[in-house]
């Protein structure tokens, strides 16, 4: 079992930054994947960025040169740095692990980028 906790969420300008963190406990050690997904108003969740275990990263089109994610040297904390947001990245952003074939979820942060 994976726990995930989001934070840093908020109401930004467009063109301003923010980092989000999510923070894993539990069975830390089997995870193989982490990353974010987004979801808009009526719109599925997809994927925004991930990255591997093996410290291997992946960024959906839209947000490439702008977010960048990063781990911590225990790799239990994730963190999004996203820079020149724009109203299209108004989402509830969600952090993702997978973890022995398993899917796991944090409760996700509302980003709204809005002047």
């Known amino acids: 079992q994976v726990q995930l906790v989001e934070s840093g969420g908020g109401l930004v300008q467009p063109g301003g930054s923010l980092r989000l963190s999510c923070a894993a406990s539990g069975s830390i050690f089997s995870i193989t994947a982490m990353g974010w997904y987004r979801q808009a108003p009526e719109k599925q969740r997809v994927l925004t960025a991930a990255?591997?275990?093996?410290?291997?990263?992946n960024y959906a089109d839209s947000v490439k040169g702008r977010f960048t994610i990063s781990r911590n040297g225990a790799r239990n904390t994730v963190y999004l740095q996203m820079n020149r947001l724009k109203p299209e990245d108004t989402a509830v952003y969600y952090c993702h692990a997978r973890s022995r074939g398993d899917d796991y979820w944090g409760q996700g942060t509302q980003v709204t980028v809005s002047a």
């Open positions: 990255i591997t275990s093996g410290g291997s990263t």
